[in-house]
Nanobody, 122 residues
Framework: VQLQASGGGLVQAGGSLRLSCAASGRTFSNRGMGWFRQAPGKEREFVAAINRSGGKAYADHVRGRFTISRDNAKGTVYLQMNSLKPEDTAVYYC?????????????????WGQGTQVTVSS
């Protein structure tokens, strides 16, 4: 499956953005999908994931502010980001895993999108 992320941009603290990740291929509905992010000089870290049945997992630092969802008919996964903070500034990547789970482990994902920049100003 090939992944194309979009929706990043520049937003003020407290604002919102919605990221989208469009997947090609017929196996999307069987894949677990995740969002990760990487800030300059830092490791890529888990943000949120959703399994093939719609079960979700979130990192502690985004729980209650971010919501992951998927539309299998459109082959798209979304990340709604509210109450954004300057520390949310990063390149955001979507990824797919073949297990169908909401795993938080980066190494479980074998397909990655190209990333979309999110910048939150204070």
């Amino acid at each position: 499956v090939q992944l194309q992320a979009s929706g990043g941009g520049l937003v003020q603290a407290g604002g919102s953005l919605r990221l989208s990740c469009a997947a090609s291929g017929r196996t999307f509905s069987n894949r677990g999908m995740g969002w990760f992010r990487q800030a300059p000089g830092k490791e890529r870290e888990f943000v949120a994931a959703i399994n093939r049945s719609g079960g979700k997992a979130y990192a502690d630092h985004v729980r209650g502010r971010f919501t992951i969802s998927r539309d299998n008919a459109k082959g798209t996964v979304y990340l709604q980001m509210n109450s954004l903070k300057p520390e949310d500034t990063a390149v955001y990547y979507c990824a797919a895993n073949p297990f169908g789970t909401a795993t938080i482990e980066r190494n479980d994902y074998n397909n990655w999108g190209q990333g979309t920049q999110v910048t939150v100003s204070s």
